[in-house]
């Protein structure tokens, strides 16, 4: 993995650019920040989730957290030349000569999919394993996805009744007026801790994981359409150029060409 530096300059900027705001105004960043309103925002949050979800799946949630930060490095051009060697190999000695590359592979998903293929499995049946494989895990980070975006919608309403509270509070204190102002004051700060940490975080970390799931789905699948060709025995320079094409095309599938009408059709 490689730490994506984009990531990073836009959390910062986020924040910075909020506080850097408050300061300009005349305000004081000590000012807003109240534990207890980040407790009210962030508790009620997880709590809304793991009831929307599960606490598995929440925990599970957190933990892809960084792939945020670190994207996973997938090179491509090398993996290109990887099949394509494989590919020369198969033609030369067979598809057992793959053996030890299925051992050595350091990929889990070309692992399996070298070794579907070493063992003889009809090439259908290893398609539709591979695309078994590669489904399983799309919906996966999908309902990563989903539960950051879900904590992007809790969060602000959650604020708001972060905020209620606090003018309750402050109702109480009615008979001190030199206290209300400041008190109203501290009681909005959990409505922006709910804004800020949907706006800013939460959904901004959905819409990265599902950059990552789209692309580890490419990977995947560049790798799926290589061991494929290598097992029906496709010529190597015609692999090549397919996984090229798939590879510019961001690993959608071309659509087969329009059939040409006939000259009696033409004529009709």
């Not at 836009?10 to 924040?15: C, H, N, R």
């Not at 007026?177 to 804004?195: D, Q």
């Amino acid at each position: 993995m490689k730490l994506d530096v984009a990531s990073l300059v836009g959390v910062v900027v986020a924040i910075a650019s909020v506080l850097l705001g408050q300061v300009l105004e005349g305000g004081h960043v000590s000012s807003i920040a109240q534990p207890t309103a980040a407790l009210i925002v962030l508790g009620g949050t997880f709590g809304a989730c793991v009831m929307a979800f599960s606490v598995k799946d929440v925990l599970g949630a957190a933990k892809a957290a960084k792939l945020v930060v670190f994207e996973p490095s997938h090179d491509h051009e090398a993996e290109i030349q990887h099949l394509v060697g494989l590919a020369k190999k198969a033609r030369k000695d067979g598809l057992i000569a793959l053996e030890s590359d299925a051992e050595e592979a350091e990929d889990p998903f070309l692992k399996k999919a070298l070794w579907l293929a070493v063992d003889g499995t009809d090439p259908k049946q290893v398609q539709t394993t591979l695309e078994t494989m590669i489904d399983v895990e799309e919906e996966r980070a999908g309902r990563v996805a989903k539960i950051y975006e879900s904590a992007g919608g809790f969060a602000p309403t959650v604020g708001i009744l972060g905020a209620v509270l606090g003018l309750i509070h402050v109702m109480e204190n009615l008979d001190d007026p030199s206290k209300l102002g400041g008190g109203i004051a501290v009681a909005f700060v959990a409505t922006v801790y709910g804004v800020a940490s949907a706006n800013l975080l939460f959904l901004p970390m959905a819409n990265k994981l599902k950059l990552r799931a789209k692309a580890d789905v490419h990977h995947k699948e560049l790798l799926m359409n290589g061991v494929l060709s290598i097992q029906t025995g496709d010529n190597v320079r015609l692999i090549e150029d397919k996984l090229r094409a798939a590879l510019e095309g961001g690993g959608e599938k071309p659509e087969a060409p329009a059939a040409q009408p006939t000259p009696a059709a033409a004529a009709a």
